[in-house]
Each structure stands twice: as C-alpha cells, then as structure tokens.
C-alpha cells in the first residue's frame, strides 16, 4: 500500500471540503449571522491543513493504483464524514443534540441519502441550511471524480480514483482515454446542470437563496430542504414541475449526457439507449401503479394526480422530495414507492438503488435461462440494444444484486434488534438509507430524530454501502487485499 498516495489524495480531498465552508461562511456574513466566523475558521484549518500535508508528501510516489483507489474512495466517505460534523457541533446555533447526531446529518449529506434528523429547519441560520445542500452537491456526482480533475495538475495520478468511485459502473468507452479530462467534463455538465435547475427554481417562484439550495440538492438527487414540508412548502405546480424534470435528467447515466451533448452532439442518443428508455418506461410504470391505487381510493382529488406524479419520480430517482405524506396514503402506494427505489436511476448517475442496468441485466439472463429449458442445446446471448453483454459482466450484476439483498437483510435484522421500531418502519429506514433515498415510513416518514445512537450508526453504514455500491467497501474486508 502506498501510504504516501493516500495520505496526500486525503489531504487534497481535505482541502477541498473546505470550500463549502468557506462559500457557506460567506452566505453568512451576507445575512448577519454570527455562526459564519465558525465556519470561516474551519475552512481556513482545513485548507491550511491539507495544503500542509500535501506538501509534506510531496517527495514521495504517491502514484494511485487499484488497490490505492478502493482503500482511498472508501477512506474518504468516512474520514470527510466525519470532519464534516465538526460544523454542526462546534457553533453555538445548537443544530444537533449530540455526536451522532451530527455524524447522521454529515454522513447523509455526503452520500446524497437526504435522510435528517433535523427539525425546525426553517429557523436554522441559513448558514447551516447552504452547508448541508452544499454537502450534497459535492457527494452528488462523487467528490472523487471531482478530486480525479484535480489530482494531474498536482503530480498525483487518478485514473484508479475515478474507477473506483465514479458513479454508477460507467461503461461508455468515450470516457476511458484522458481519464481527468473526462471527469473535468463530467463535473462542467454538472455545474451547468445545476445553474440551469437554481435558474428554473427561481423564474418558478422560489427566492435566489432556496433556488441555489435546493439546485444543489435536485441535481445531486439528495433531498434535503430548507423546510420542514420539503417541496411542499412551496404548494407551486410549477416549482415541482421543475423539480420532476431536473430529478428526471440527473436520474440518467452522465456519460450519456457526456455522449449527446459534447462527443455526438446528437439528442436522438437519449433515445436510442435502452437503459434510458426503460428508465422513462419504469417512472411511467410507478406513477400510473401510484395513481390508479390513489383513485380506486377516492384520493384523486385536488392535486392527487400531481402528488402521484411528484413522488414517483422522487422516489424512483431516489430523491426523496416529497410534497405531501406518503405515508397516509393506501399501504400498496408507499410500498410500491419503497420498493421502487430499489432500482433506481440509470448507472453513472447520482442516483441509488440497484440501477436500471442492472435491473435490465438480471432480466434478459431470467429469459436466457427460461430459453435454456427450452432449448438445452441452443445458444443464447444476453443483449442490451445491440450489445452483447460479457457474461464476465453477468456474474459481476448477479454478484452484486445478491450481495445487495443479504446486505439488506442483515442491516434490517441488526436494525430490528437494536431499536424499538415496527417492522414497517425498520424496513423502510433500512431501504432508504441504503439506497440513498432518505424519507422513509411509520416512525422515520418526516426524520429519524427519535432513533436510538446505535440504529443511527447502523443506517449511517448503510448509507455508506448504498453510495459506494457495496464491492468498494466490502474488498477491504478480504484478507488477499491486505497480503498480496
């Protein structure tokens, strides 16, 4: 293991996270508010601590391979994780009762999960409010990959970084060739994304401040708000439509976009990929499942239809938005809801979940196995559109999605045995932290507050696995890792 590479990659990292505090710091000087001097004062310590670091390890190789990336990406969740509750401690605005409270709120922004334990948020400083969408904006397309556009100008190389952590499995060959240059592209569409969702916000109604904010956490498809009712706050048709196209446009694969927009230059290659269209295929399948259970129960009033719409696609992209309380609604819809982020978006998205790729993968190898029986001497291949998918890459879904079940059953059970919560309520805290979605149902259906510190721990781990998609954590539990 090359320490000098992960030390110096950390520092980096380090440096970086001190932005937000810095922007976040200014915000608060704009609007007055004593709590921005703390976090003047901590971004400066981080800057000046991982600049110093980085410095000092710089007459070291600190070149990046495989194993270097996996133990990094992994390092960097929980050791920025952890510096990023410092904010939410040590002012004296009192956001959060305790440590593991504020390690829950760092670790939830980080990973986009968008789970909170954070009430009243309308009376926090707006300090505290840009830092924690701020957060998400940064874990959204992956501080990683971000970190990968930076790291070739410093000496330090990036591509085992990026294949570690970008989000998603980013298949796109395009991608592959100047890796840094790639992730420098990757992040302007990104930053371009999330300019044209605050624009959005704003011209819908929402104010220059809660359009930056809740941009940063759209585009990221975090969740957090600056309200306490989320989107709903706002009661605006035309604040959610913007919001449902923006969910919908960062729940599709980033190296598409990268395709279409700066290779192709071709809008016809939405369409033409598969994952995209079953994408479109299953939100349609989710609202229309939501809407029909919602009118056989005489809830289509009013804005029924919109609130049907609204949820699907948050929860389906994993968001975690929400305009009213799923959780009133007849059992079938917030189940299906539940159960919808599950897949997810597309792969290389900032979204969670299984992905719809995979979901597409396991599928077409059910059909081959079904035509197996049939034909025991024909040969069958799987195909996505018209390409053939290895069966190197088969085994690899088939792995993961397996693992992403017993992780999931495990992480109920533990969470089942540790707390006081209903099984409704410990199923859906579980499944949302671990794909990332954040609002759960029962007990955690507005915040998860009133869990007790070990359960919050455990969801917090969850909430890791879920952004790291699980094999990068998990391989630094095998023993070759170490010894090889």
Request: aromatic share 12%; charged share 15%.
């Amino acid at each position: 293991m090359n320490y000098a590479a992960v030390g110096s990659v950390l520092a980096v990292l380090v440096m970086i996270i001190g932005g937000p505090l810095l922007v976040s710091a200014g915000v608060g000087f704009l609007y007055g508010e004593q709590v921005a001097m703390v976090f003047a004062g901590l971004g400066l310590v981080f800057i000046l601590s991982g600049g110093f670091v980085h410095l000092l390890l710089a007459r070291f190789d600190r070149t990046v391979r495989v194993r270097e990336g996996f133990f990094i990406t992994t390092l960097t969740y929980f050791v920025l994780g952890l510096l990023c509750t410092l904010p939410f401690m040590v002012s004296s605005a009192n956001v959060t009762q305790s440590f593991t409270d504020a390690a829950f709120e760092s670790f939830s922004g980080l990973t986009t999960t968008g789970a909170t334990v954070l009430t009243g948020l309308e009376e926090l400083p707006r300090t505290f409010l840009f830092y924690r969408a701020s957060l998400q904006w940064i874990g959204g397309m992956g501080i990683i990959v971000l970190a990968v556009a930076i790291l070739p100008m410093l000496g330090i190389g990036g591509m085992q970084l990026f294949r570690a952590e970008a989000p998603g499995t980013i298949t796109d060959t395009s991608l592959k060739p100047r890796i840094a240059e790639a992730a420098k592209s990757l992040w302007f569409l990104y930053l371009a994304l999330t300019i044209a969702c605050a624009l959005a916000y704003w011209f819908a109604g929402m104010s220059m401040f809660d359009a930056i904010c809740h941009a940063f956490t759209t585009v990221a498809i975090g969740g957090f708000s600056n309200y306490d009712a989320s989107i709903g706050y706002f009661d605006e048709p035309m604040i959610e439509t913007v919001a449902i196209l923006f969910m919908l446009l960062a729940g599709l694969n980033f190296s598409l976009h990268y395709r279409a927009i700066l290779v192709k230059t071709d809008i016809r290659e939405y369409f033409r990929d598969p994952e995209a269209r079953t994408y479109a295929v299953f939100i349609v399948a989710v609202t229309v499942l939501v809407t029909a259970r919602l009118a056989m129960a005489d809830d289509m009033t009013g804005s029924g239809f919109r609130d049907a719409l609204f949820q699907a696609v948050s929860f389906a992209t994993t968001t975690g938005y929400t305009t009213t309380s799923v959780d009133s609604w007849p059992l079938l819809c917030p189940v299906v809801l539940v159960l919808a982020s599950f897949v997810g978006g597309c792969v290389g998205s900032t979204a969670g979940g299984v992905k719809i790729y995979r979901v597409l993968v396991v599928m077409q190898q059910g059909v081959r196995e079904i035509r197996r029986l049939i034909l025991p001497d024909g040969v069958f291949t799987v195909k996505l559109g018209s390409e053939v998918v290895a069966d190197r890459v088969i085994e690899a879904v088939w792995g993961f999605v397996t693992m992403y079940g017993l992780l999931f059953v495990f992480l109920l059970t533990c969470v089942l045995m540790v707390s006081d919560l209903d099984i409704k309520s410990a199923f859906s805290a579980v499944a949302a932290c671990l794909n990332n979605l954040g609002p759960g149902l029962g007990e955690v259906a507005n915040h998860y507050a009133s869990l007790n510190a070990p359960t919050k721990w455990l969801l917090i781990l969850a909430m890791v696995l879920g952004r790291l998609e699980i094999f990068t954590l998990l391989v630094l539990l095998a023993p070759r890792y170490w010894y090889r």
